[in-house]
């Protein structure tokens, strides 16, 4: 079976750093885009960092700058490098997989909350 686990999530002080990890099982991870998406309470589930099977990375806007997503395909990990946090970071991080052969597989992790205290 898929399974993609987040780990790293906790409690942070606002303009501290925090590391999410997201190891996958069970796909092929080196043909999967890999994403970190985030929910806030009472909003929606927003893309935060996309990373590429090339490598390319794309970044909301809110983040880019902060945050650093990347993959290693011997390990099948993804993270997420998060630095000067605040707490409008504050949500559950979800990690995300979509195999680019077949688009219609795609993955989520269980999240991990994060929790930035200002």
């Known amino acids: 079976q898929v399974q993609l686990v987040e780990s790293g999530g906790g409690l942070v002080q606002a303009g501290g750093s925090l590391k999410l990890s997201c190891a996958a099982s069970g796909i092929i991870f080196s043909r999967n885009t890999m994403d970190w998406y985030r929910q806030a309470p009472g909003k929606e589930r927003d893309l935060v960092a996309r990373i590429m099977t090339s490598g390319i990375t794309n970044y909301a806007d809110s983040v880019k700058g902060r945050f650093t997503i990347s993959r290693d395909n011997a390990k099948n990990t993804v993270d997420l490098q998060m630095n000067s946090l605040n707490a409008e970071d504050t949500a559950v991080y979800y990690c995300?997989?979509?195999?680019?052969?077949?688009?219609?597989?795609?993955?989520w992790g269980q999240g991990t909350q994060v929790t930035v205290s200002s």
């Open positions: 995300h997989a979509r195999d680019i052969f077949a688009p219609r597989r795609e993955y």
